[in-house]
């Protein structure tokens, strides 16, 4: 597991608990009931340190290499997956992925950003940043899923849109706000869910949908803390002091009313239980379904756009 710095006090007590199991096994002592004292710290220890996160802590836990990314849920919550592949006008885009599948037994287009696991696989899907055709693709499978009546599940976890020169000169910000329009008028159910970091119009693209809901230790941003602390402050120094101002926590973005809800992690964080938190997140998009279900399409449609015209109004 990687190091979060302020876990480092955890992490030292999970080490010697290793080491007295192994002493334990070896020797064949009984030290349960030591090994059982340290466990209930710890676990005392990730309360208390999980229970004040500050905002750059939770951007740190959010981008944890071991939180579980878009192939983990497929895996976990998802049945009879079949991936589509390509935007049939240039490629296919690996950050992206999507397909069909059952979840609870009824049948879905699901969709999301894929980061990789590890170096390999991070490079493969690009770090979870689309190009054009990723968004582009996007947008077939919700007018597939129109077109056969299926709700659409798109799971969020994106640094942010790919800025590269390719990309802009693909049409990058045309694919993003084409993306977020057809997000608007697709006349099916659309759950979200924040499963990482949101970030920017990368994340909102896909994101513009009748029921919002965010990870506990998640964030969603218009502008990385670092991005934001470099342009403000000419230093990425102020990044934790960016992360305060931005208000990006699943909190914050609960109080302002820019979601529809925040979905509980195991203690200590998703990386740490993973198919914890997928079952989590499985209970409230069932939640979410069974909410816009039956569903009328144009009431769905009109709910969707005035919910988000509503943005910003007192």
């Known amino acids: 597991m990687s190091r979060l710095e302020f876990e480092k006090p955890i992490l030292e007590l999970e080490g010697k608990i290793a080491e007295l199991r192994?002493?334990?096994g070896d020797a064949g002592v009984d030290i349960a009931a030591e090994v059982t004292r340290m466990e209930n710290k710890?676990?005392?220890l990730l309360n208390q340190t999980y229970a004040k996160l500050t905002p750059a802590q939770k951007v740190q836990v959010a981008r944890h290499q071991d939180r579980p990314h878009y192939m983990d849920y497929i895996n976990g919550m998802i049945t009879d997956y079949t991936p589509l592949a390509g935007d049939r006008n240039f490629a296919d885009d690996d950050?992206?992925?999507?397909g069909l599948g059952r979840f609870q037994g009824q049948a879905v287009v699901i969709m999301g950003q894929e980061r990789g696991h590890d170096t390999e696989s991070r490079v493969k899907h690009n770090f979870?940043?689309?190009r054009p055709e990723g968004y582009r693709k996007a947008q077939r499978l919700m007018k597939m899923a129109e077109r056969f009546e299926l709700p659409i599940i798109t799971l969020v976890d994106t640094a942010g849109a790919y800025?590269?020169?390719g990309a802009e000169e693909r049409g990058q910000a045309e694919a993003i706000a084409k993306s977020i329009e057809t997000c608007l008028?697709?006349?099916v159910p659309i759950i979200s869910v924040i499963i990482g970091e949101g970030g920017s119009g990368g994340a909102i693209a896909i994101a513009v949908a009748d029921r919002i809901y965010m990870l506990e230790h998640s964030i969603y941003s218009v502008i990385s803390p670092e991005g934001c602390a470099s342009i403000l402050w000419r230093s990425a120094e102020y990044a934790a002091d960016?992360?305060?101002?931005?208000k990006i926590t699943a909190q914050d973005i609960y109080d302002l009313r820019l979601i529809d809800g925040i979905i509980k992690e195991p203690i200590g964080g998703a990386h740490r239980a993973k198919q914890k938190t997928i079952d989590n997140v499985a209970k409230q998009i069932a939640t979410g379904l069974n909410q816009l279900s039956p569903w009328d399409t144009d009431k769905l449609k009109a709910a969707r756009r005035k919910k988000f015209l509503a943005f910003g109004r007192s």
């Open 185 to 187: 008028n697709i006349k």
């Open 163 to 165: 800025p590269g020169m």
């Open 242 to 246: 960016a992360a305060a101002a931005l």
């Open 128 to 130: 979870g940043m689309a």
């Open 22 to 24: 192994n002493v334990e």
């Open 95 to 98: 950050a992206m992925q999507g």
């Open 42 to 44: 710890v676990d005392k």
